[in-house]
DNA sequence: TCAAGGCGCAACCTACTGGTTGCATAAAGG
DNA sequence: CCTTTATGCAACCAGTAGGTTGCGCCTTGA
């Protein structure tokens, strides 16, 4: 199903799923590798296969990861989209955040330096 | 205390702390007042004033926000800063999964077309 | 000085997340 | 056809995150 595949997605299923450490850690391995099987990568981490799947589960859900299922196996790759949209968000909220301040600071100046 | 105080702080604190709904009300609500007590905060939210300190604690680690005591009040505001760096570390993981991704293409087309 | 407002700390509760095990199902490959 | 390998599903378990209440301490201001 590969998450929810609508291009406008919530930026903060994006940002739950990168909190996890052992989620970083899988998409990681997925860019370094290329891409990977649940098996595969649990292996190389120090949880189950079904601790993997699950985590694979989060981050198809936040789209950062593709599924591709080839005979019995399902391979899957990380797609950095979702993480540019995350970025576009914050870098809304920074802006907003700096404009807020200078307001603030200008007010302050106004107050005391009256002309 | 106002946080580690660090310039070098780890991103995932930042994506952590912006991966709650409160949270994330907190601060727009910190950056449209441009400031805020525990208290106020609390009477706009639905949780209690405790409730918003711990969310302050976890903001204020994060570095997102600054306390600063006034008498009797603390009054919290944002910090674009965190921010920023958290974004300039999803930036380079954007960039280098999108880089392994040409590479992998790369070499496919490599190996069907080998000149 | 004393009442009221605002914080901080600590104990406590609940739900969910992260993790596991066990079993069922499906595709490869002899 | 049977074994092996990989995935999927469900139940179950423990820790912690989010939330609350209760209480004590410190400023303010009458």
Same mark, same amino acid.
């Given at each position: 199903?590969?998450? $929810?595949? #609508?291009?406008? &997605?919530?930026?903060? +299923?994006?940002?739950?799923?990168?909190? +996890?450490?052992?989620?970083?850690?899988?998409?990681?391995?997925?860019? &370094?590798?290329?891409? %990977? $099987?649940? $098996?595969?990568?649990?292996? !190389?981490?120090? =949880? @189950?296969?079904?601790? =993997?799947?699950?985590?694979?589960? =989060?981050? #198809?859900?936040?789209?950062?990861?593709?599924?591709?299922? %080839?005979?019995?196996?399902?391979?899957?790759? =990380? #797609?950095?989209?979702?993480? &540019?949209?995350?970025? &576009?968000?914050?870098? @809304? /909220?920074? $802006?907003?955040?700096?404009?807020?301040? +200078?307001?603030?600071? #200008? /007010?302050?100046? !106004?107050?005391?330096?009256?002309?």
């Amino acid at each position: 199903m590969t998450g $929810t595949a #609508d291009g406008e &997605r919530a930026p903060e +299923d994006v940002l739950v799923a990168l909190a +996890d450490p052992i989620r970083r850690e899988v998409l990681a391995v997925l860019a &370094r590798e290329g891409g %990977a $099987t649940s $098996t595969s990568l649990a292996a !190389g981490l120090p =949880v @189950t296969r079904q601790g =993997v799947a699950k985590h694979l589960a =989060v981050l #198809d859900r936040a789209g950062l990861v593709r599924a591709h299922r %080839a005979g019995r196996e399902v391979r899957y790759e =990380v #797609d950095p989209q979702p993480l &540019r949209q995350a970025m &576009r968000w914050m870098d @809304t /909220l920074a $802006t907003q955040w700096e404009h807020r301040l +200078d307001a603030i600071k #200008d /007010l302050a100046e !106004g107050t005391t330096g009256e002309a």
